[in-house]
């Protein structure tokens, strides 16, 4: 694995403050490193491929024994004791998660909440998705939407799919932007009321969706048919007609 993949005018997106810094001595699972001080860091920013964890993990090993810097918009640990936070090399401008995504070895998140941030991720991803590197050589990565038994086999965890959207529809405070025609079978994603205003203001219009390809990312809940809770913005993308 490289790192240093991502293009340097995509490396300043996700510089939060510097929350401390470390040597990688192990790789604990996909997502989190343990450093010689025996703290423990969650990579913020990014999913593991469903069904590839141990792909991410192989390619985090490179780190072991790299002298790492730890910038973050938050300090405080999760329940479990680890630090959420953006990983920078000693010699590297962009963050070793913009390296994973352009190589397509992760899949971007949508949860970072900073813009310069997440376009950082999404830029990286996309390079890799287009190129069809890493993971996303493999088309059973992105979920058809028209297939809501394969969506199913992700319930509980995170994964994208996309698909043409055949309806939009308010009940109560949620909106559900249907992907097939039965909703207690087929796929479909919710959006809280509350979360229109950001959609809007970022040019996505939940009632114009219907007839357009559309993308979407998250964890699969099952409730009849596969959902998908839209929580953030970049979780949802308008991608054709």
């Known amino acids: 694995m490289w790192f240093g993949a991502a293009a340097p005018s995509l490396a300043a997106g996700c510089q939060f403050d510097i929350q401390g810094e470390g040597v990688v001595s192990a790789v604990v699972d996909a997502r989190t490193l343990r450093l010689e001080d025996g703290r423990e860091v969650r990579l913020a920013g990014v999913e593991v491929v469903a069904g590839e964890p141990e792909d991410l993990k192989s390619a985090l090993t490179a780190l072991v024994g790299r002298h790492v810097t730890l910038r973050g918009d938050r300090d405080e640990p999760d329940r479990y004791g680890r630090q959420s936070v953006f990983l920078y090399l000693e010699s590297s401008t962009s963050s070793v998660q913009s390296d994973l995504l352009a190589q397509g070895q992760a899949i971007a998140s949508a949860d970072v909440d900073d813009k310069a941030c997440a376009t950082e991720l999404a830029t990286a991803e996309a390079a890799a998705r287009q190129a069809r590197r890493g993971t996303w050589a493999n088309s059973s990565v992105v979920k058809n939407a028209e297939n809501p038994a394969d ?91």
């Open 151 to 241: 969506i199913l086999t992700r319930a509980g965890q995170f994964a994208v799919v996309q698909g043409k959207v055949m309806s939009v529809r308010q009940a109560g405070g949620t909106v559900y932007v249907n992907f097939g025609r039965r909703w207690t079978r087929d796929f479909a994603a919710t959006i809280s009321r509350r979360m229109i205003p950001y959609l809007e203001a970022a040019g996505i219009i939940p009632a114009s969706l219907e007839n357009h390809r559309v993308r979407v990312r998250g964890w699969v809940e099952r409730r009849g048919g596969p959902r998908i809770n839209v929580l953030r913005v970049g979780q949802i993308e308008v991608i054709g007609d």
